[in-house]
């Protein structure tokens, strides 16, 4: 119902085209923290009269608001596999191992001995590194899970203060890493993409598909 009202509000509103009016969009806690901040405040200066209203949630929940409508754009790390909803890549992000200290030679041995700091089940950072750790033919559940915390700046905390090892975008441990607060160590992941979404059957308004080009412009 509240999906329904918002799209018959969004389809109003787009009557007036970018001169006025509003954009819902939803993004997991990376792209929302990290990514998508200046893509918006270059939206703001081409489009002012815009106010673009941003949720966060993981990408299972971030799927879930565009699918049912409460968001017209998603902005996502995880793969989504939803039938209803049209997926494109805009970006990569290098994903890092990090810690407190230099862990010299990582192998089977230390991934089973580390304690590991981890993002929550529904996490585009859990479900990529996971999903990295499948590849290479080592089953996740081995791990040593220490904690399970909420968001990156948590995570990241929890590893500065020497509790365990974590797997984190560049993006979230850059700073920590210049200062010396955090040490990469050698685990050679692969970049991840960042996905948007969208509803393949909703109506599609102008100030959505604003948004979208300029995000196409500036990965292009």
């Not at 998603?74 to 862990?103: I, K, S």
């Not at 010299?104 to 700091?117: N, P, Q, S």
């Not at 300029?214 to 292009?220: I, M, S």
Request: charged share 25%.
């Amino acid at each position: 119902m509240l999906g329904r009202a918002a799209h018959a509000e969004t389809m109003l509103a787009d009557y007036a085209g970018l001169a006025r009016g509003s954009l819902r969009i939803v993004a997991s806690q990376t792209i929302a923290s990290y990514w998508l901040p200046a893509k918006l405040a270059a939206f703001h200066e081409r489009h002012p009269q815009i106010a673009v209203e941003l949720a966060i949630d993981n990408t299972e929940g971030a799927a879930a608001q565009v699918l049912s409508g409460a968001a017209e754009l998603g902005f996502v790390e995880g793969e989504v596999d939803e039938p209803a909803l049209a997926h494109w890549n805009v970006g990569h992000d290098p994903m890092v191992l990090v810690g407190r200290e230099d862990a010299g030679r990582v192998d089977e041995d230390w991934l089973r001995a580390a304690r590991w700091i981890v993002r929550e089940q529904g996490s585009g950072t859990r479900s990529t590194f996971e999903d990295v750790l499948r590849t290479r033919g080592f089953d996740p559940a081995q791990l040593t899970v220490a904690m399970t915390l909420p968001s990156n700046e948590a995570v990241r905390t929890a590893v500065e203060a020497g509790a365990g090892v974590a797997v984190l975008s560049r993006l979230v441990v850059a700073r920590a890493l210049k200062a010396g607060d955090l040490v990469e160590l050698p685990l050679g992941l692969p970049d991840r993409a960042f996905h948007a979404l969208r509803h393949k059957e909703r109506y599609r308004t102008r100030a959505a598909d604003a948004l979208t080009n300029l995000v196409k412009e500036q990965v292009a």
